[in-house]
């Protein structure tokens, strides 16, 4: 089995792994000034696209796979129904914030990739493009998987198995339970993202959380919650439910939120966002109404979760020059995005302008992605497997780690054909 890195090599972004040179694993895009894009935009031709899952690192670019305008041609896309509807919810919005400038594909490409679309539950095998793949909950979103690639088509077994892990979550978090699948598995591809990040315990991280929000508010402040709008939007509202703290909801986190209330079967406890929803006040973004509302002592959860658009670039402005508010990041900030530098430096970027906060802000590390000791727990039953390191900052760190733990580990670079 030929194994090709067109993006995610040494990277978090624009994941995106090419199988025998025919089936496509993600095809996502690196989020930034400018967006980037995997290796093979507009030249990579597979049968079948599989889509761990809807984040725009994974499957940001999938629309440009539609060009063909017969149907035949074009390659099958195969997702969980959540991931499906997500991703083209997210693909129709990034054509609306592009506005027509520097999007590599149309509304008619979006709207290409229902016809393609094949849905598949978790534990499913089914044939994409002449592979025997499989589903796996990966806990790290609703609807993510791991993706189990076998050599042979659909009723045969083949001489290799991958395990593409996707981005994946060991922990349970308020609506999901964490990842136990471990599949026997030649090779490994494995996310990084935590690589050398312990976390502490989800519930301590809560209990903190929830601690510095009442304190705020206590002294009159204004807590902003930038978190992303699949996942960590849901979990922040499901945090702040259970804690009996009203909130405001804001950005494209609101419709995610109705989404997963309509697939139910892939929520660990669905009636726990049932609550989270009853819980949070829906901001429509009437004119106004959000600087309003930043000048009340509230809770805001908005997108976008780095600070790089959304109704966040209304909020942070309007609360940054009182210390008695609160910019509360929900999760990891990729390097070189204005929430990693506001958290480094005090000051970000915003709408193009530098803007020193002098609100507090802190991390609450409320990530779905295995920490440290996670990822090693999951390795460890991959001891005899070529381990693949992609998605993470200090790819090679962590191969050049696990070899010393005595694995078969490498970090292939981006363009880069590995042959398990
Ligand atoms: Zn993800």
């Known amino acids: 089995m030929e194994v090709r890195f067109l993006g995610g090599a040494g990277e978090v972004g624009r994941s995106a792994l090419l199988v025998d040179d025919?089936?496509?694993?993600?095809?996502?895009?690196?989020?930034?000034?400018?967006?980037?894009?995997?290796?093979?935009?507009?030249?990579?031709?597979?049968?079948?696209?599989?889509?761990?899952?809807?984040?725009?690192?994974?499957?940001?670019?999938?629309?440009?796979?539609?060009?063909?305008?017969?149907?035949?041609?074009?390659?099958?896309?195969?997702?969980?129904?959540?991931?499906?509807?997500?991703?083209?919810?997210?693909?129709?919005?990034?054509?609306?914030?592009?506005?027509?400038?520097?999007?590599?594909?149309?509304?008619?490409?979006?709207?290409?990739?229902?016809?393609?679309?094949?849905?598949?539950?978790?534990?499913?095998?089914?044939?994409?493009?002449?592979?025997?793949?499989?589903?796996?909950?990966?806990?790290?979103?609703?609807?993510?998987?791991?993706?189990?690639?076998?050599?042979?088509?659909?009723?045969?077994?083949?001489?290799?198995?991958?395990?593409?892990?996707a981005d994946f979550n060991?922990?349970?978090?308020?609506?999901?339970?964490?990842?136990?699948?471990?599949?026997?598995?030649?090779?490994?591809?494995?996310?990084?993202?935590y690589a050398f990040d312990e976390r502490p315990p989800r519930e301590e991280i809560e209990t903190a959380f929830v601690t510095r929000v009442r304190r705020t508010l206590r002294q009159g402040g204004t807590v902003i919650v930038p978190a992303f709008a699949v996942g960590r939007t849901q979990e922040m509202m499901a945090v702040c439910a259970r804690a009996g703290v009203d909130?405001?909801?804001?950005?494209?986190?609101?419709?995610?939120?109705?989404?997963?209330?309509?697939?139910?079967?892939?929520?660990?406890?669905?009636?726990?966002?049932?609550?989270?929803?009853?819980?949070?006040?829906?901001?429509?973004?009437?004119?106004?109404?959000?600087?309003?509302?930043a000048e009340q002592s509230t809770v805001v959860i908005t997108t976008s979760g780095m600070l790089q658009g959304g109704p966040a670039m209304t909020y942070v402005p309007a609360v940054r020059s009182n210390p008695a508010n609160l910019v509360a990041l929900s999760g990891y900030q990729v390097e070189d995005t204005p929430g990693r530098d506001l958290l480094e430096t005090g000051s970000a970027e915003i709408d193009g302008r530098r803007m020193p906060v002098a609100a507090q802000v802190e991390a609450f590390d409320f990530s779905a992605h295995a920490d440290r000791s996670g990822l090693l727990a999951f390795l460890d039953d991959y001891r005899?497997?070529?381990?693949?390191?992609?998605?993470?900052?200090?790819?090679e760190a962590f191969a050049a780690d696990r070899r010393e733990a005595g694995f078969d580990a490498r970090a292939p670079d981006r363009g880069e054909t590995v042959t398990v």
């Not at 060991?170 to 993202?193: F, H, I, K, N, Y």
């Not at 209330?261 to 949070?280: E, G, K, Q, T, V």
């Not at 005899?384 to 790819?395: F, I, K, Q, Y």
């Open 22 to 165: 025919r089936l496509l694993l993600d095809f996502g895009v690196k989020t930034g000034t400018p967006t980037t894009y995997p290796l093979g935009l507009r030249s990579v031709d597979p049968e079948a696209v599989v889509v761990s899952h809807a984040h725009l690192d994974h499957a940001g670019a999938l629309p440009t796979l539609m060009g063909a305008p017969d149907a035949e041609e074009r390659p099958e896309v195969h997702w969980t129904p959540p991931t499906d509807e997500l991703a083209r919810l997210l693909a129709r919005d990034t054509l609306r914030l592009a506005d027509g400038y520097d999007c590599p594909f149309t509304a008619e490409d979006v709207r290409r990739l229902m016809e393609q679309s094949v849905h598949h539950g978790y534990r499913e095998p089914f044939e994409a493009a002449g592979h025997r793949v499989e589903f796996l909950d990966a806990g790290h979103v609703p609807g993510s998987t791991h993706v189990l690639v076998d050599e042979g088509p659909a009723d045969t077994e083949g001489d290799t198995r991958l395990l593409y892990t």
């Open 170 to 193: 060991t922990e349970d978090q308020r609506l999901l339970a964490g990842t136990t699948a471990r599949p026997d598995a030649d090779a490994v591809a494995v996310e990084s993202t």
């Open 247 to 293: 909130c405001y909801v804001d950005g494209m986190g609101t419709r995610v939120t109705d989404l997963f209330r309509r697939h139910r079967d892939f929520l660990r406890d669905p009636d726990a966002l049932d609550a989270a929803a009853s819980n949070a006040r829906t901001v429509d973004g009437r004119p106004g109404q959000r600087e309003r509302i």
């Open 384 to 395: 005899e497997a070529t381990v693949l390191v992609n998605h993470g900052d200090r790819c």
